[in-house]
């Protein structure tokens, strides 16, 4: 029976166990160029320390229009790449798998920091003009930046914003990219009948408005090397059941799609596509049963991974003995104990299992 610390091996690449850090912004840039620092060098770094098999990056912006603020990462060019080296070469050091998620913030660019308020960033403030399915904005209390429907050129442009992001992202030495496809950024936003009301061909019918993922996820297939995996993280559901929107159904069948694309995982959340597209309730594994219908309802053999509420080594020993979901992905209780992994793999007994760096060592094995 498989379980946490059994390593998973998609395609070529093996993931030592499954646990996995979720991609979370820090929002830490410090020139607004989004070359990387030493805090995420320290951030992805200790995580990797701390026993996680893959170490995913925040949201990485494909384009400079692409960050959700100013201080987000970027993925833009080779000097992007050259400023992750060293962090994914540590990650490697430590036994676990670098991955980079590669995004597009969509409407939902250029604004402040959360612990600034989220609030919405004009061109005069060092904010940019923000590019959508269509020109109907982000509904915020205050003006949102300029919101501009995507043309045929636009949308071009992003899927060879998103191929070059994979490759500047190879060179940096990521082993794992992931899609960012999901919490109503760009390609959500096309995915989701709430954000698209589109009639040329990325518009309207189910094909239609899966139109851009599917092209985004080829266009990084054909760069990403053929022993190297690609995830794709949706939201499974948009939680809006008042209006017509993304349903955990279409999800389903949208990962065989992806998996035709070359995606080899699912990465399922939800949620984020309009400021009240929320679940009732966020537990423990509030989005296992989405990744558990997917998987089930996918006619390809498409992996998933949740993500959500997984705060104890239980949890995620549970999710994989019971072949729920092939990764656990968690976010905040990394924030909390970025050793989580360590801790995990001490309290379920697979203590041989894990690297303790031994640096470290006498940490875990002496309690006084
Ligand atoms: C996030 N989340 C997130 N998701 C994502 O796909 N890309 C991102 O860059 C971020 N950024 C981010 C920052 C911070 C500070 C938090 C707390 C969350 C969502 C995150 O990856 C995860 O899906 C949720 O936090 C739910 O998982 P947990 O926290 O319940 O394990």
């Not at 009948?193 to 993922?213: C, H, I, K, Q």
Request: hydrophobic residues 35%; charged residues 30%.
């Amino acid at each position: 029976m498989t379980h946490l610390f059994d390593s998973l091996t998609l395609r070529e690449t093996e993931i030592p166990n499954r646990l996995t850090v979720s991609p979370m912004c820090q929002y830490s840039v410090e020139d607004r160029d989004g070359l990387a620092t030493p805090w995420h060098h320290v951030h992805l770094g200790s995580r990797a320390v701390g026993g996680a098999g893959l170490v995913l990056s925040e949201a990485t912006a494909v384009e400079p229009r692409g960050r959700i603020t100013p201080e987000d990462l970027g993925i833009w060019s080779e000097e992007h790449a050259e400023a992750l080296k060293e962090t994914t070469e540590f990650v490697k050091s430590q036994g676990a798998v670098p991955g980079i998620q590669l995004a597009h913030a969509g409407r939902k660019a250029s604004k402040t920091r959360p612990w600034e308020g989220s609030e919405p960033l004009q061109p005069d403030e060092g904010g940019w003009e923000v590019v959508a399915p269509s020109d109907e904005p982000w509904p915020y209390d205050e003006e949102a930046p300029p919101t501009r429907a995507m043309d045929a050129d636009d949308i071009a442009d992003v899927i060879d914003a998103f191929r070059e992001g994979a490759e500047h992202a190879l060179d940096a030495g990521f082993e794992v990219a992931e899609v960012h496809g999901a919490h109503g950024y760009l390609l959500h936003e096309f995915l989701s009948p709430v954000t698209n009301d589109r009639d040329d061909e990325y518009g309207g019918s189910f094909e239609n408005r899966a139109r851009l993922v599917r092209e985004v996820t080829e266009a990084v297939r054909e760069v990403w090397p053929d022993e190297k995996p690609v995830l794709v993280r949706l939201s499974g559901t948009d939680w809006r059941e008042d209006t017509e929107s993304w349903t955990v159904e279409q999800s389903a069948r949208l990962a065989d799609l992806l998996h035709e694309a070359g995606a080899d995982l699912i990465d399922v959340s939800s949620g984020g596509i309009s400021p009240d597209a929320f679940p009732d309730w966020a537990g423990p594994n509030y989005q296992l049963a989405l990744a558990e219908h997917v998987r089930e309802n996918a006619e390809s053999d498409i992996a998933v991974g949740t993500v959500g509420g997984v705060t104890t080594p239980e949890q995620g020993e549970a999710i994989v003995r019971n072949d729920r979901a092939d990764l656990v992905i968690v976010g905040r209780e990394f924030l909390r104990d970025p050793y989580f992994g360590l801790h995990a793999a001490h309290e379920l007994g697979y203590a041989d299992e894990v690297d303790v760096p031994v640096q470290y060592a006498r940490g875990f094995t002496e309690r006084l």
